[in-house]
């Protein structure tokens, strides 16, 4: 059974559209994540929710909207795409907020826009 | 502002050899340090979890230490395998986000 999953794999666009990427874990962990791998293979934070509720937003710009409708899932959705979105998107899961507990990635979306 | 370097960004050796990889960190008020592996169009998964006040971790052949004064951390993987070329990446926990070094790229040649 895939802990961590997420829709699709890999998502090609045109500049200005909308997208939404989904995630889901079913490992019963409290908190989720979405991180950003850029082309220089960088992986940085973008937002962190803890049972539902948002507690890390990383200066993310207000296009990128992540919504999580119970504590197994977190999507995000992102506004009048640009070229720059483009890179691989990887969801999270930890079992709680704290620090004692390694975190569980999926297999990423590559995003790509045209 | 924390920042997190892996050296080398490359490395090959033949089957057999040990693996050195390591990790530096320039603040060392962490909470752990976690190392991955990530497979070419794959997502990462965790190898070993460091948390602050442990000195090392052991899994099989692998072992990673960690010294927080001085803001290293090294992955050894003994008695290196071709199913162990992968990217690895180490990451540090501050204040609830993982900050990634760019990680390092082996490949294992039989």
């Known amino acids: 059974d895939t802990a961590v999953s997420q829709t699709p794999k890999y998502l090609v666009t045109q500049m200005g559209n909308d997208k939404s990427i989904k995630c889901e874990q079913n490992?019963?962990?409290?908190?989720m994540y979405w991180y950003k791998q850029d082309s220089k293979k960088f992986l940085k934070i973008m937002f962190s929710?803890?049972?539902?509720?948002?507690?890390i937003n990383e200066t993310v710009p207000n296009r990128f909207s992540p919504k999580s409708p119970d504590k197994a899932h977190l999507n995000l959705h992102i506004n009048s795409l640009e070229l720059g979105d483009s890179a691989v998107y990887f969801c999270?899961?930890?079992?709680?907020?704290?620090?004692?507990?390694?975190?569980?990635f999926g297999p990423g979306t590559r995003l790509t826009v045209l | 502002k924390q920042e997190v370097t892996q050296i080398p960004a490359a490395l090959s050796v033949p089957e057999g050899e040990n693996l050195v990889l390591n990790c530096s960190f320039t603040d060392s008020a962490i909470y752990n340090l976690q190392w991955f592996r990530q497979d070419p169009g794959k997502g990462l998964t965790s190898l070993l979890l460091i948390q602050s006040s442990q000195r090392e971790q052991t899994s099989g052949r692998l072992n990673a230490s960690l010294d927080k004064s001085s803001g290293r951390s090294t992955l050894y993987i003994a008695a290196s395998q071709p199913g162990d070329s992968a990217t690895y990446l180490c990451?540090?926990?501050?204040?609830?986000?993982?900050?990634f070094g760019a990680g390092t790229q082996v490949v294992v040649t039989p």
């Open positions: 999270a899961s930890s079992q709680d907020r704290s620090s004692y507990n390694e975190q569980f």
């Open positions: 490992l019963g962990h409290d908190t």
């Open positions: 929710y803890n049972n539902k509720e948002l507690i």
């Open positions: 990451a540090v926990e501050s204040w609830g986000k993982l900050q």
